[in-house]
């Protein structure tokens, strides 16, 4: 081959490269608009049929179980029938606090809340009622004080003050109060769903309109920022609230989950939900998230915001005493993730709600 046509192919190759990295460079701040008002929908789709509303249907059926396994060991206690029942509260507390990576809503408006998660638990108060002559039916128990409603003394009950309560430990005003908190907590998860869904308050639709008409939303922008200032809240409720008092004040007596020692789980289970939220993904299905439009224009803030939850989520991990050991004996492993979450949380209220504020236009 001759000089020029190597001078030739050189210069086209040349042309060919620098093209290539153009496109490359632009490729990100060329999005159709009309395919990311598309992708904006999506995502809010998904967040209701992939993420909420499965997850909210799983958490009655996991109530609904839990009534039934108090039911059966109350009909005929015996310890094999109390581990069932601690194992069915454990499989309905993962999926409530997954469930609390998105409190926006029914949630938060009706006080489904405080009305399941009030902690910690008084059992002072506990055992005067139990003491008591007072009628302990689903419809008394939901007049009193919200710390004696709910999973926690549940987990009282089932547990005991130290953990280990026995089938023989129970008394008849204990299975009394265990059913009818039993009933209340599946009352309140069952209307919970009921709220989402088309057939009931439709909830779902409130989202999906954003921008359309939506009584409380009106842009996708509002609806997308108020999904992640759920998110982040979260984050910002385990660091700073569920972890930091009870560690700052060196206290075991204020921990969340602290008769099972469930709650280092309860804290990794809500980032766990907060992180299902961000990806669009649940149980399996592979939605559009917060992440997909993130990743249409700044591929290195979405990349951040990932590594911050697996690196928060895997600093829950760490600790691997009951957290109400772990304040006295791993606060090292507690700081750390405790700086993890405040790293996490800060990306999210931070430069993910200025990058809507930039790239969401409706």
């Known amino acids: 081959m001759t000089h020029s046509h190597h001078t030739i192919r050189n210069v086209l190759f040349c042309i060919i490269l620098c093209s290539l990295s153009l496109f490359a460079c632009k490729k990100e701040d060329q999005v159709n608009p009309l395919n990311q008002q598309a992708l904006e929908q999506q995502v809010l789709d998904d967040f209701v049929q992939v993420v909420a ?30 581990e069932q029942a601690r194992l069915c509260w454990r499989q309905l507390r993962q999926t409530w606090e997954q469930c609390e990576g998105f409190l926006l809503g029914p949630v938060e408006d009706n006080e489904y809340d405080p009305r399941m998660d009030t902690w910690p638990v008084d059992y002072v108060q506990m055992d005067s009622l139990l003491a008591s002559n007072e009628p302990l039916t689903v419809q008394t128990i939901q007049q009193l004080d919200l710390s004696l409603r709910g999973f926690h003394p549940v987990e009282y009950l089932l547990w005991g003050k130290d953990g280990n309560k026995r089938a023989a430990d129970f008394t ?21 769903y009921q709220s ?33 200032g759920a998110v982040a809240g979260i984050c910002d409720e385990v660091g700073n ?31 766990v939900g907060a992180q299902q939220v961000y990806l669009g993904d649940y149980a399996g299905v592979d939605g559009k998230g917060l992440t997909d439009l993130v990743a249409l224009h700044n591929v290195a803030l979405d990349n951040q915001i990932r590594r911050q939850f ?21 606060r090292t492993q507690l700081s750390n993730a405790m700086e993890a979450l405040a790293n996490l949380e800060s990306t999210l209220s931070g430069a993910l709600q200025d990058y809507w504020q930039q790239y969401v236009k409706d």
């Open 53 to 82: 509303i499965p997850q909210y249907a799983l958490l009655q059926a996991r109530a609904d179980s839990l009534q039934q396994s108090i039911e059966a060991f109350i009909q005929t206690p015996s310890d094999p029938l109390l």
């Open 196 to 228: 989402w869904i088309p057939e009931g308050g439709n909830f779902a639709a409130i989202i999906q309109q954003a921008g359309q008409g939506s009584p409380r939303y009106r842009s996708r922008l509002e609806a997308i920022q108020a999904i992640t």
């Open 310 to 330: 697996t690196a928060a989520i895997q600093s829950l991990q760490q600790v691997s005493l009951p957290f109400e050991q772990a304040i006295y004996l791993q």
């Open 241 to 271: 609230g569920k972890i930091a008092e009870p560690f700052t004040r060196r206290d075991s007596l204020i921990t969340e989950s602290p008769f099972s020692h469930n709650s280092m789980q309860d804290f990794a289970n809500n980032i």
């Open 172 to 192: 008849e005003r204990q299975k009394q109060y265990l059913s009818a908190l039993a009933a209340d907590v599946v009352q309140n998860t069952s209307q919970l």
